[in-house]
């Protein structure tokens, strides 16, 4: 197994997700021997596109100049290495009920005409299919359930994305309520207990 780690949340030492995420890694990497390639999008964020990157995007790839080229190589390695991954492991936390930008970036950068999804006559024809991604979500409130359900933006938005590019697989492991006193001190626990449960 091919695993790639990817981590949104800038609180390295005391973001949830992050533990969370780090220690289904351990454990989905000591049952299936996994090599762990990991892409901190915290300490690495991947640049917004710009108008270099889309003037690339947008040219055919047999006129592409040496410029355009270079303007596209950060993004054909994030590519790279996320088409090289049989299991990709992310962890974020939930900002204004959405992801932070970074992951947001990440995610322009590897769902990509003619890397990750080709155009046919049919339509769009993802290039993604057979892998698994597990979201590990923390957020301050609750929104597998309740009034705020409503306000998740992050698992429609992603599920989307992904599934544009034929990855259906994809599972979300919540970290919720990290700013409620009933649970802010055993979600942690709780989701690492439900890992072991699970996968060991
Ligand atoms: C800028 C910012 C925006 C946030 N927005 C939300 C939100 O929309 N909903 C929510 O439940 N929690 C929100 N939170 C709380 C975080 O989701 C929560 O602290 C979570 O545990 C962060 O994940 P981490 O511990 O992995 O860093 C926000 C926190 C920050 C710093």
């Known amino acids: 197994m ?3 780690s990817v981590d949104a949340s800038p ?3 005391r973001s949830r997700s992050r533990h969370v995420a780090a220690h289904l890694v351990d454990v989905l990497a000591e049952r299936h021997g996994a090599k762990v390639t990991r892409r901190d999008l915290a300490q690495e964020p991947p640049p917004h596109l710009d108008a270099a990157f889309l003037d690339a995007y947008s040219t055919a790839p047999a006129d592409r100049t040496p410029q355009h080229h ?3 190589t950060y993004s054909d390695m994030l590519v790279d290495e996320f088409l090289a991954a049989d299991t990709v492991v992310v962890s974020t936390p939930m900002w204004n009920f959405n992801v932070p930008s970074t992951l947001k970036s990440w995610i322009d950068h590897i769902v990509r ?6 155009v046919t ?6 290039l993604a299919s057979g892998k698994k991604m ?6 301050g409130d609750y929104y597998s359930h309740g009034p ?3 306000y998740d933006a992050v698992t429609p938005s992603l599920r989307a994305a992904f599934s544009f590019i034929s990855l259906h697989d994809l599972e979300f492991l919540r970290v919720e309520g990290t700013n409620q006193p009933q649970t802010r001190d055993s979600v942690v626990a709780q989701a690492i ?4 449960r699970r996968f060991r």
């Open 2 to 4: 091919n695993l790639l």
């Open 11 to 13: 609180r390295v030492g």
């Open 134 to 139: 597990y979201v590990v979500l923390g957020s």
């Open 113 to 118: 005409l003619g890397r990750t999804v080709s």
């Open 148 to 150: 705020l359900a409503m």
């Open 193 to 196: 207990a439900e890992i072991d």
């Open 70 to 72: 270079a303007a596209l």
């Open 121 to 126: 006559d049919s339509g769009f024809e993802g």
